[in-house]
């Protein structure tokens, strides 16, 4: 009779855990930060000027949001 609950360890393919970067772009509503510890999950990323980011190709811009 085998072993139960034992697992083989990962030899290739992805690795497993976290792949989140702390923000991310939900379709339709802009981009967001991610916080877990807060109130509310997700806090949206604003410009230099204010204004919440909301199109898709800004990537770099929301790096830059983030960062701030």
């Known amino acids: 009779m085998a072993a139960q ?3 083989k360890p990962r ?3 992805r690795k497993s855990g976290g792949h989140n970067n702390g923000y991310g772009f ?3 509503r802009g981009w967001y930060a991610t916080d877990p510890n807060s109130k509310t999950p997700r806090v949206p990323l604003l410009t ?3 204004e919440h980011l909301k199109s ?3 990537d770099d811009e929301a790096k ?5």
């Open 56 to 58: 898709p190709e800004a």
């Open 5 to 7: 609950g034992k697992k």
């Open 64 to 68: 830059r949001a983030y960062a701030r």
């Open 26 to 28: 939900w379709k339709g």
């Open 11 to 13: 030899e290739r393919g």
């Open 48 to 50: 230099e000027q204010g």
